[in-house]
């Protein structure tokens, strides 16, 4: 099953990815962990990136579709995959979608998890990121057991650099310039569906779910 996540930044894409992800048995794959991977161990690729993310602005293309091809044409992607935060623009999708064409594939679902802005910056200030394995949590909503320390790996917390309330209002307006149109790409494709992503993660999950087996 191949299954993509949108929604605005925050709007709990990671982590209901991660769940599909755990729930199917297939990997979950964010370019923007792949991006902080980068950062942290300084790479070019790193670097470049920084310069984009730091101020709420999307990686160009050139940068992010090779990563991305690269890693689902691994071998633990041959009985599908979850992507979170890719695609994020038209030609993003295009190519994705020439791809998988190519391979006589497609996407199954397009999952689009619907939260209000005003919601958002709530949401993304309360967001402590594990740099080391992807895994998210909020303060108040998803703490982890141990303040400041990842259940899943006993690394350390952190607070993301483009959280900031001031980047994250730059990054909602980037993504309904660049992102939301995809909204409609799938659905023109019939493979859009929709879940009130303001609902507790867990009933989230369970739509999603819902859409998944049906
Ligand atoms: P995205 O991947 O879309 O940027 P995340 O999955 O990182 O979003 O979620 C953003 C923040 O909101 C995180 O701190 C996460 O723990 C929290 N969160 C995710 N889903 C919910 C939910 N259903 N209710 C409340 N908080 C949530
Ligand atoms: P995320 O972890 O999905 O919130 O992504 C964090 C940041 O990484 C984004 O704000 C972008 O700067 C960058 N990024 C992640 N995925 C993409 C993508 N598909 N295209 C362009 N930039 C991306």
Redesign the pocket.
Known sequence: MKIIMLGA??AG??TQAQMIADKYNIPHI???????ANIKNGTELGKK?KE??D???????E???EL?LDRVANEDCKDGYVL??????IP?ADVLDAELTKLGDKVDFAVNVDVPDENIVRRMSGRR?CLKCGATYHIEHIPPKQEGICDKCGSELVL?A?DAPETVQN?LS?YHEQTQPLIDYYDKKGILRTVDGTKDMKDVFDAIVDILNA
Do not use: E, H
Not at 55 to 61: A, I, R, W
């Open positions: 930044p925050g894409k990671g964010s370019t923007g962990d792949i991006f902080r990136a984009y993310m101020k709420g602005l999307l990686v160009p293309d940068l992010t579709v991305l979170d935060g890719f695609p994020r623009t993003q990121a993301r483009d990054r980037v």
